[in-house]
């Protein structure tokens, strides 16, 4: 009777293996920022360093984000969200390189860095910063 257990048991645990490496094989950072439960978890690692709003009819997204990075160096993972009543942006920065982006613009999705450029009204914006290893979050 053992034996059948522990049969049942490495099988069990290598079909969860061969699941999870399937699961993770196409997924990128950005399609995980459009997860609530993939953001959550990166908040509740987190703290809030910068909150502010943004009117990008007066100020230009791209400097704004700019400056963020430049004024937050220090940490190591960066994450900037920003929502208004029909658009929502949410950027992962890992030593200041951009690396995942997530754009919803009227109910439309996008994963690429152009679709900022798109994002017009007045945005509340926080910033905040990671504090865990770069593997534990992404």
Known sequence: MSKILEEMMKNLKRKYLE????????????????????????????????????????????????????KFSQYHIIYISGYNEE??????FVSGELKGVYIKISDKEFYSEEELLKLKGLFHVSVYANLLKTSMVI
């Open 19 to 70: 699941q999870k490496t399937v699961n993770k094989k196409d997924e990128t950072i950005s399609s995980k920022l459009s997860s609530l439960s993939f953001i959550a978890k990166l908040i509740s690692t987190s703290k809030l360093i910068y909150s502010d709003k943004l009117d990008t009819g007066k100020i230009d997204i791209i400097p704004f984000i700019e400056d963020i990075l430049h």
């Open 87 to 92: 658009n929502t942006f949410r950027l992962l």
